[in-house]
């Protein structure tokens, strides 16, 4: 057994993972476009839609291509689209270019790295898949420093359209490679039936739990990640250094990302679950109830931290409830969940900014659904096993 899969599927996280760094461009876009904040936020919540159906047809496209075509197919797509928002100075670039075609590639390229991810490698694959989460936020912390100074220097479409070069660069490296390591087709990859059926699986109460928890958690999570940014600025971060707020935040999910595969090991997916929407609730309560740059900074790092580790916990969690063959089929329904807060967080955010002309209900708003998140999350029946996150056999 080869790690290259893993490499690959860590390089493609960690690529577009540069979704994480939004925030940086949103002044920026808001100037150049003469766009109002809501407007701007409509791109980047159009681009959680896409990179949800990309996440919902990533199994079957598994089944009438390779994987290592597949990330050539969709990284060109992905610089396309980032060309396409970065070339045309509109509104309407932005949401074609930046919200349907980067947002549906970034939803593919996800699901393809944690399919690759999962397969037979000679590491525990708790850790395999902790690593591959981890990458995504690896690159939302890398990217808005190199954003910011492409900005300072040459505005924020230069920074699209350098990205989209980059982009096609790695897929077809990211193709190559993967090719060449000719790994082992997932063992879910002729899983069930078509696109739609069998929708809430043969574990209904499970997938409902689970696909609201994603909706609470998520929902607060990216109501305030999404405008990391404006948010510590809005606190008393200066403007210049505002991008310090989505650094900590993917510096905090990186660590979390990396842990919780291998704490659900320990202790079972629904018990870090829980605590991770009480560690979600908790920092923004106490922005609500003593604001400050200081506490604003801690708050969303804490959230990231905790939405970092949801990202590891999740696909085991999902894993230990229906098995590792079952997971990109399941997994990726349950990804709706995902689309849908990341449609109605950023965007709620950036409305209640519009009305208020601050984030303080964003954040009371986030907290609220956070706690509901505990209760929901609680209602998960005990796991029997978390066998499937062991070790895989060596061949």
């Given at each position: 057994?080869?790690?290259?899969p893993l ?5 493609v996280?960690f ?5 994480y760094?939004w925030?940086?461009l949103?002044?920026?876009?808001e100037?150049?476009?003469g766009?109002?904040?809501?407007d701007i936020?409509l791109?980047?919540s159009?681009?959680?839609i896409?990179?949800t159906?990309?996440?919902f047809?990533t199994?079957s496209?598994l089944r009438i291509a390779?994987l ?5 197919v969709?990284?060109t797509?992905?610089g396309l689209?980032?060309a ?15 919200g349907?075609?980067?947002g ?8 393809l ?6 397969l037979?490698l000679p590491?525990?694959r708790?850790v395999?898949?902790?690593?591959n989460?981890s990458?995504?936020?690896g690159g939302g912390l ?5 954003f910011a100074m492409?900005?300072d ?6 920074v699209l359209l350098?990205?989209?070069?980059y982009?096609i660069l790695?897929?077809?490296l990211?193709g190559l490679?993967?090719r ?6 997932h063992?879910?990859?002729h899983?069930g ?5 069998d929708i809430?699986t043969?574990?209904?109460r499970?997938f409902?739990?689970?696909w ?7 929902f607060a999570a990216l109501?305030s990640m999404?405008?990391?940014?404006g ?6 971060i200066?403007a210049?250094?505002?991008y310090w707020?989505p650094?900590?935040t993917?510096?905090a999910?990186?660590?979390?990302a990396l842990?919780?595969?291998i704490?659900?090991?320990w202790?079972?997916?629904?018990r870090?679950?829980?605590g991770?929407?009480a ?14 740059a200081?506490v604003?900074?801690?708050a969303?790092a804490?959230?990231?931290?905790a ?8 696909p085991?969690?999902?894993a230990g409830?229906?098995?590792?063959a079952?997971?990109?089929?399941v997994y990726?329904?349950?990804?709706t969940?995902y689309?849908?807060?990341g449609?109605l967080g950023?965007l ?8 208020q002309g601050d984030?303080?209900?964003a954040i009371l708003?986030?907290g609220?659904?956070?706690v509901i998140?505990i209760?929901n999350m609680?209602?998960?029946p005990?796991?029997?096993s ?6 895989a056999?060596?061949?």
């Open positions: 057994m080869s790690l290259l490499v690959i599927a860590i390089l996280n690529s577009m993972g540069a979704f760094g925030s940086v949103v002044a920026p876009l100037e150049s476009i766009a109002s904040r809501s936020s791109a980047y159009i681009a959680f896409s990179m159906v990309g996440m047809v199994h496209l390779s290592p075509y597949l990330i050539f969709v990284f797509l992905a689209g980032s396409l928002a970065g070339y045309f100075e509109a509104l309407w670039s932005l949401i074609i270019g930046y349907i075609l980067f549906f590639a970034v939803g593919v390229a996800y699901f790295a944690m399919t690759a991810a999962s037979n590491i525990r708790s395999a898949l902790s690593m989460m990458a995504f936020a890398v990217w808005p420093p190199i492409i900005i220097w040459q505005g924020p479409h230069a350098l990205f989209a070069v982009l790695v897929g077809s990211g490679v993967m060449a390591a000719r790994p082992d087709a063992p879910g990859t899983e039936g078509g696109l739609f059926s809430l043969d574990k209904p499970v409902i739990l689970l609201l928890g994603f909706i609470f958690i998520g109501m999404g405008h990391a940014a948010i510590v600025a809005d606190f008393g200066p210049g250094q505002a707020g650094m900590l993917n510096l999910y990186i660590c979390g842990s919780a595969g704490v659900c090991d202790i079972g997916g629904r870090v679950l829980i991770l929407t560690l979600t609730a908790i920092p923004l309560f106490a922005l609500y109830f003593a604001p400050s200081a604003s900074l801690i969303l804490v959230v990231g931290g939405f970092g580790a949801s990202a590891s916990a999740y085991v969690t999902v409830y229906y098995g590792v079952n997971l990109p089929r990726g329904r349950m990804s969940a689309g849908l807060a449609l950023p709620a955010a950036g409305l209640l900014y519009v009305w984030y303080d209900f708003i986030a609220v659904l956070a998140g209760a609680w209602a998960l005990k796991m029997k978390t066998a499937p996150a062991a070790p056999p060596a061949g």
